[in-house]
C-alpha cells in the first residue's frame, strides 16, 4: 500500500494559524500541479505536507477501488494512517483555495479547538445545516471536503467505517456525514469545480442535476458564489427550526383567507 504514495514537506511554521493543529496534509496526484501554494494555506499548521498519490490506475491497490471515488476515500484513509502520531490534522484537497483572509475567523476556530472535544470542523462546506451556535452549524448530510480539521480520535473511527465499507463511497457523505461535523460559519477554504474524472462518478441524482445545481449557484465560476451557497444552507437551518411557528402562520392566513 505505501508504494503508492510518497510524502513531501512544503512547509513549516512556528506560528501557525491553528495552532492547535499539528499538520496539515495536501492531497494530490503524482504529476499534478492543481495545488496554489498560497502562503495562507501553507501557514494554517505547523507542517504542511504533501501526500503524493501514483493513483489506482498505476499503483496496485484494494480490489474494490476501480474508480476515482474509492481511490479518493483510500488516500483519505492512507492520510490517517501517515498522521496516527499527530494530534489534531487538517486534510486539504489540492484544489482548495482560501476564499476568506480574514485570519480573526482561524483564530477564533483556534480557540476552540483548544477548549473543546471535536470529531471534524469544516472550513467549507454544504449540506442541510442546523445551526448549533453563533459559530458553527452541522449539516446532514454535508458535502464537500476540501478542508477539514480533524481530530485524532475521529480519524481512527473513520479509518475503521473506510475499512468495513471497502473504501465504497463518497468520503463527504457516506463516512463524514455520520461524525457530527461542526461546518463553520463563514467559508474560509473553498473550491471551485471543474471538470474532473471524479466528478464524473459524483453519486445521488444525475449528472446533469449535479451539474445544474453548481451552475445555478456559480460554484463552477467565482470563489465568491460560495457565500450564495451558504445563504441557502442557513435559510434551510432557520426554516427548520422556525418549521412550527411557520406551519402556525400558514395556518392562520389560511383560515382568515377561508373566512372572506
Known amino acids: ?15 501557525p494559524l491553528f495552532e492547535n493543529v499539528d499538520l496539515t496534509i495536501v492531497l494530490t496526484m503524482k504529476n499534478s500541479n492543481r495545488f496554489n501554494k498560497d502562503p495562507m494555506l501553507l501557514n494554517l499548521s505547523k507542517k504542511t505536507i504533501f501526500q503524493i ?19 479518493i476515500t483510500h488516500a483519505y484513509y492512507t492520510a490517517f494512517e501517515y498522521s496516527k502520531k499527530y494530534n489534531n490534522v487538517i486534510i486539504l484537497e489540492d484544489d482548495a483555495e482560501v476564499l476568506n483572509y480574514e485570519v480573526s475567523h482561524y483564530k477564533t476556530i483556534d480557540k476552540y479547538i483548544g477548549s473543546n472535544d471535536f470529531t471534524i470542523i469544516s472550513l467549507g462546506s454544504l449540506g442541510f445545516f442546523t445551526k448549533v451556535n453563533e459559530l458553527f452549524y452541522e449539516a446532514h448530510p454535508m458535502y464537500f471536503v476540501q478542508a477539514q480539521i480533524i481530530s485524532k480520535k475521529t480519524r481512527n473511527d473513520v479509518q475503521n467505517l473506510m475499512l468495513s465499507k471497502n473504501f465504497i463511497g463518497h468520503v463527504d457523505e457516506i463516512y463524514f456525514s455520520r461524525q457530527n461535523v461542526l461546518i463553520y460559519h463563514e467559508p474560509l477554504i473553498i473550491q471551485v469545480f471543474s471538470e474532473t474524472e471524479n466528478f464524473e462518478h459524483w453519486g445521488g441524482p444525475p449528472l446533469f442535476l449535479h451539474r445544474l445545481f453548481l451552475n445555478t449557484l456559480g460554484l463552477r465560476e467565482s470563489k465568491t458564489s460560495w457565500y450564495k451557497g451558504y445563504l441557502i444552507c442557513k435559510a434551510g437551518s432557520e426554516i427548520k427550526e422556525h418549521k412550527y411557528i411557520i406551519v402556525l402562520i400558514i395556518a392562520i392566513l389560511f383560515v382568515l383567507y377561508c373566512k372572506k
Request: charged share 40%.
Open 1 to 15: 500500500m505505501t508504494q503508492c504514495y510518497s510524502y513531501e514537506t512544503i512547509a513549516e511554521r512556528e506560528k
Open 53 to 71: 498519490n501514483k493513483g489506482f490506475k498505476n499503483c496496485k491497490k484494494p480490489h474494490s477501488i476501480k474508480r476515482t471515488v474509492e481511490d
